[in-house]
């Protein structure tokens, strides 16, 4: 029993080697942070424009579909080595973007954040969708009854309410996205996981792992009750009568 | 454009207009005339048409075939429209033409006044003082300058339909359709949303009314049309369509709505 605990809940090392840890979790909150608000963004891009009405846009319907498929199954794994492997080696690129330097950040973070943003703005666009499609075909019509084109009408009436709908949900995929930055581990990056991982080898000892884990703990937990919290003021909305229609 | 340009007097023109639904015929050949300031109600059971002849007009439904004038001129591009793309028709119908739905369809995230300046700033260019004005007139009109802060969950439903109303109104339509909207009203909340529509057609707005309310129709109405299995079986001034209809069809639908 002493042996599980030394070996996993050893406080004293844990605590002579908090900064580190911290220093590597600091680092994984700014990847989650900007790969975040990138997916969410580019999420709402690859929704609308699979729902763009028309024959014309056809084609860019069909390309985002087979977008979002495609990268919704692939492991985000092998993105983020398909993309810090090759794209320093491909010679057309501009030098910016070949070994991005931004923010002063190094070009393994950019590498991560474009390998999550791609992969995780598949999932949100899936979810931009569903909300999209659950906001009453009556919305559009009244939209463009009133003279709205497509555009606007998505843009004044049915994205912001998908958006509300759908609150909860796309928190949901940013904790799992959060969590998925320690994949960025295998590019060298230190963050939290990598860092743990280097003291369990130094030191064979897997409580600066357990650290690391905690820290993600005091994130996502309040944030998982945030979903509930939403989760049920929605529905509370729902029930309390939104659609109020007499006679039905 | 021909005859349809005369005088201007016709606002609405429909001439062999159908629609289908896949292999559902809903409309088999429909030809109508409005003329400007007329109030023309449409009545039939359900599955006659009806509803889906008001939304061609706005081309909500573009129609396969025939042909549907809007002060003059043609607004159909034939088969094949409909697709969603904006078009210059579309712009000129949508400008002209205001409709009001069974379901309200207000937009539950903006209050009423809200409701009613959204398109106006959008679409028409006005400004925020402007359409918020202009909104605030109009709900006062329809008996609701008190609410115009509150959301739509927190209006009844006639008083959401009056919303509904006033945001068609904003646009300056020159002429309004309204899709059986008292049908999801409770009766006691039926009377005020016709009493706004009552005032509106002693105003002189040129208007096309899908409804069940006979009493409405036979009051405020200048035509009646009886629609049944995708055509216009008769129309006549309400006196004679109302009170002594000559096709065997039209009795037999009056006499059961008025049995009720």
Request: proline fraction near 5%; hydrophobic fraction near 45%; charge should be negative.
């Amino acid at each position: 029993m002493q042996e599980l605990i030394n070996q996993y809940f050893d406080v004293g090392f844990m605590a002579d080697h908090f900064d580190e840890v911290l220093e590597g979790f600091w680092f994984t909150i700014q990847l989650s942070i900007v790969a975040g608000v990138l997916s969410l963004v580019w999420g709402l891009v690859l929704a609308q424009l699979r729902q763009l009405p028309g024959r014309g846009a056809a084609p860019l319907r069909f390309a985002t579909i087979a977008y979002i498929d495609v990268f919704r199954g692939i492991p985000l794994l092998i993105m983020i080595l398909l993309i810090s492997g090759s794209v320093p080696l491909l010679d057309f690129l501009p030098e910016w973007l070949r070994i991005p330097q931004w923010f002063g950040k190094p070009d393994n973070f950019w590498f991560g954040v474009f390998a999550i943003t791609i992969t995780y703005g598949a999932y949100m666009a899936e979810v931009y969708r569903s909300g999209i499609e659950s906001v009453p075909q009556g919305q559009m019509e009244a939209a463009r009854s009133l003279g709205m084109n497509h555009r606007q009408a998505m843009r004044y009436v049915i994205v912001p309410q998908a958006v509300r709908k759908v609150f909860a949900p796309l928190l949901n995929d940013f904790i799992a996205l959060m969590k998925d930055t320690t994949l960025v581990s295998a590019i060298a990056l230190s963050e939290v996981a990598l860092v743990g991982r280097d003291l369990q080898s130094q030191f064979l000892n897997s409580s600066g792992l357990i650290l690391g884990a905690i820290m993600f703990l005091v994130v996502t937990l309040p944030l998982a009750r945030l979903v509930d919290k939403l989760i049920a003021r929605e529905q509370g909305r729902f029930t309390r009568g939104a659609p109020r229609m007499e006679a039905l | 454009m021909e005859s349809y340009g005369n005088g201007g007097s016709v606002m609405v023109g429909l001439r062999g207009v159908c629609k289908r639904f896949g292999k559902l015929e809903v409309l088999r050949g429909v030809d109508l005339e409005i003329k400007k300031g007329e109030v023309v109600c449409v009545l039939g059971p359900s599955g006659s048409g009806k509803s889906t002849l008001l939304r061609c007009v706005n081309l909500l439904e573009p129609p396969e075939e025939g042909d549907i004038h809007l002060e003059g001129r043609s607004i159909c591009k034939g088969p094949g429209s409909g697709t969603g793309e904006q078009s210059w028709e579309l712009d000129f119908v949508r400008q002209r033409v205001g409709i009001v739905f069974q379901q309200f369809n207000l937009f539950p995230h903006k209050s009423a006044l809200e409701n009613v300046t959204l398109a106006q700033e959008k679409v028409l260019g006005r400004s925020a003082a402007e359409a918020r004005k202009k909104g605030a007139e109009l709900l006062e009109r329809v008996g609701l300058g008190d609410k115009l802060d509150e959301y739509p969950e927190r209006l009844s439903g006639g008083q959401q339909q009056r919303v509904a109303i006033a945001r068609a109104l904003a646009m300056d339509p020159h002429v309004m359709l309204f899709d059986e909207v008292t049908s999801a009203l409770d009766p006691e909340l039926v009377k005020e949303v016709l009493d706004v529509m009552r005032e509106l057609a002693e105003e002189g707005m040129t208007m096309m009314v899908v409804t069940h309310e006979i009493g409405f129709a036979r009051e405020v109405a200048d035509r009646v049309i009886f629609m049944d299995g995708g055509v216009i079986v008769e129309e006549g001034p309400p006196a004679q369509v109302l009170e002594s209809p000559r096709e065997e069809r039209t009795k037999q639908f009056l006499g059961l709505v008025l049995e009720r």
